[in-house]
């Protein structure tokens, strides 16, 4: 199949049963399983493609009309996975399983970005890709893990402490721009000290982010 045209399709059929296979060349092989459906009545759909950069026109098959009508959300969050899916060379199967959950997290995130985006009516150049989004989330993980892993894990000791030394503004770990305007969880809490603000270069503050 993959040395004829792209929109070649070919069929096999099951007499006792009725099935029908049929196998549809577009960038790869598809093949589907269909009873009432086969590659009869072919149409044509706009498909990319990657050496002359541009759509162009390709023969469908019955069978792949239908299931593009009737696929339901599952196919598509299983191709979403598929098109950044974490790739790990391991053998245990519930590891595979583990990191499957994470990247179907991750794109229902995307997801409901997508929806915020349209709901605010904001531009299309303005959507973040899925690739770029897992980026962004695996950044304020990290930073995240960072930020917990200095904090000191225990019961507090009955002994005064000495004060911490202050920590330098250059060496201080900051949240991502996305994680500083998302408005979730960020409380005002007024210092013993002053510090610098971020916002004027010359004042002075006495209050920090919780």
Same mark, same amino acid.
């Given at each position: ?5 792209? =929109? #070649?399709?070919? *069929?096999r059929t099951d007499i006792h049963s009725?099935?029908?296979?049929v196998t549809w060349l577009n960038n790869?092989? /598809?093949?589907?399983?269909?009873? *009432?459906?086969?590659? #009869? ?8 493609n990657v050496k002359d950069k541009s759509? /162009? ?6 069978? /792949? *009309? ?18 950044? $899916? ?5 053998? !245990?199967? *519930? ?8 990247? #179907? ?8 970005? $997508? ?15 899925? $690739? ?7 950044? =304020? ?12 894990? =225990? $019961?507090?000791?009955?002994? /005064? ?36 603000? !971020?916002?004027?270069?010359? =004042?002075? #503050? ?5």
């Amino acid at each position: 199949m993959k040395k004829r045209e792209r =929109g #070649t399709s070919d *069929y096999r059929t099951d007499i006792h049963s009725g099935v029908i296979v049929v196998t549809w060349l577009n960038n790869n092989t /598809v093949c589907l399983a269909l009873t *009432y459906a086969a590659i #009869t009545l072919q149409d044509t759909c706009r498909r990319w493609n990657v050496k002359d950069k541009s759509r /162009v026109e390709v023969s469908r098959p019955a069978i /792949v *009309y239908e299931y593009n009508c009737h696929m339901s959300s599952i196919e598509l969050a299983d191709m979403l996975v598929e098109i950044c $899916r974490t790739h790990l060379r391991i053998r !245990k199967w *519930y590891m595979r399983i583990c990191w499957w959950l994470i990247d #179907t997290a991750v794109c229902s995130s995307w997801l409901l970005l $997508r929806s915020d985006v349209k709901a605010l009516t904001l531009r299309r150049d303005e959507m973040m890709i899925l $690739r770029a989004f897992r980026s962004e989330a695996a950044a =304020g993980l990290y930073a995240l893990a960072r930020v917990m892993s200095q904090l000191k894990r =225990g $019961r507090p000791s009955a002994e /005064v402490e000495e004060s911490p030394s202050p920590i330098r503004s250059c060496n201080r770990i900051r949240p991502k721009i996305s994680a500083e305007v998302n408005g979730l969880d960020h409380w005002p809490r007024r210092t013993e000290k002053q510090s610098r603000c !971020k916002k004027c270069k010359s =004042g002075y #503050t006495t209050f920090e982010c919780k």
